[in-house]
């Protein structure tokens, strides 16, 4: 069983520090010998073109020509995924929301270019070859943040955008937990509840990743008013109509038998939550209808120049 920690902390920090306490507890969890590591984000150095080996997507191969070349770290971050069983996310809270360098490796290195969904897609058109296999590989995930703050405003969106991180690659999340109140240096490993609750977490996956080789991984974390994501982060899209913010399940708020507010959605609501198969297929098959060709007109074309002439003349070049 291979374990891989991420952390979005910086190095020895309490994020890092949460991780490897949650690894531990899953390596003594583990049924079968186990393998960890622990890469840290901030480390990676990320080229600024499309990978080679990327899903060939027609939006990829922008370079930027005034970075130069960079050493590209993404085929070995891709390869530690590729080949874990089971993998810990975890990222502090910074100004709100999660750092920039998590961001950076999920859109260079993730995203549309290893979604399960189109990897699908070229196999069943005989592209097999284009694709990593690995990729349809069963995974577990879970996932931890902490920040400074005492109270909820200050860190609403980051167990939000880590859950966006993995679920390309139709990776089950069976965990996630957030720290309050930890913002100087080895506050983390001060809070004894923090630490517990960091060595569950890791138990409940390395008892998810077994689970997962046979009757299937489950959601063991606590639960959220979205019963996909349990997340409780919610999109008014119309009158009554209700997106989870989070995974795009669909419904509407309502009154539970006690009174309280809650989510109330359906099979079909939930199938379109980025967290499900259905979800990811929903998605590609609205992109491809936006992106059948159209004719494009002369006044496109006009409309088209006349912009890239404003662009050159008003587009101001950073000094480097
Ligand atoms: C620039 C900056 C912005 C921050 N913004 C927030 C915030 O909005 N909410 C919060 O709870 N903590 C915030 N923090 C505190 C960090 O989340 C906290 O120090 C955390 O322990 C750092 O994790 P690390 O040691 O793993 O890097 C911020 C810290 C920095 C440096």
């Not at 190095?11 to 949460?18: D, L, R």
């Not at 929301?97 to 990897?119: N, R, Y």
Request: charged residues 20%.
């Amino acid at each position: 069983m291979r374990f891989l920690g991420l952390s979005g902390g910086f190095p020895g920090g309490n994020t890092e520090q949460a991780l490897l306490a949650a690894l531990r507890a899953a390596q003594t969890a583990a049924t079968t010998p186990a393998t960890i590591s622990l890469v840290r984000l901030k480390e990676l150095s990320i080229g600024s073109e499309a990978l080679d080996g990327h899903l060939p997507l027609p939006v990829v191969g922008k370079s930027n020509p005034t970075s130069g070349p960079v050493v590209d770290d993404r085929p070995f971050i891709l390869d530690q995924i590729m080949e874990a069983d089971a993998i810990i996310l975890g990222a502090p809270c910074i100004t709100r929301t999660i750092p920039w360098e998590v961001k950076c490796f999920q859109d260079s290195t993730l995203g549309p270019f290893q979604d399960v969904t189109m990897a699908k897609r070229l196999v069943d058109a005989g592209k097999g070859h284009l694709v990593d296999q690995r990729i349809f590989k069963p995974r577990v995930i879970a996932l931890v943040t902490l920040g400074g703050a005492s109270t909820t405003e200050w860190a609403p969106f980051t167990l939000p955008l880590l859950h966006q991180v993995f679920f390309p690659l139709g990776a089950q999340i069976v965990d996630q937990m957030q720290v309050f109140g930890v913002g100087v240096p080895n506050s983390l490993v001060s809070n004894g509840e923090a630490v517990a609750r960091a060595e569950e977490l890791g138990r409940n996956l390395a008892q998810q990743a077994h689970a997962m080789t046979e009757e299937g991984a489950r959601y063991v974390g606590p639960r959220g008013k979205c019963p996909v994501c349990h997340l409780s982060m919610f999109n008014f899209v119309g009158q009554d109509a209700v997106d989870c913010a989070t995974c795009g399940a669909k419904g509407r708020m309502g009154f539970g038998e006690d009174g309280h507010v809650e989510f109330v959605t359906n099979a079909e609501g939930e199938s379109f939550s980025i967290l499900r198969r259905s979800g990811l297929e929903k998605h590609l098959q609205d992109l491809e209808q936006g992106v059948q060709v159209q004719e494009v007109s002369v006044k496109v074309s006009d409309i088209k120049e006349e912009l890239l002439k404003l662009g050159q003349s008003w587009v101001v070049a950073p000094p480097s």
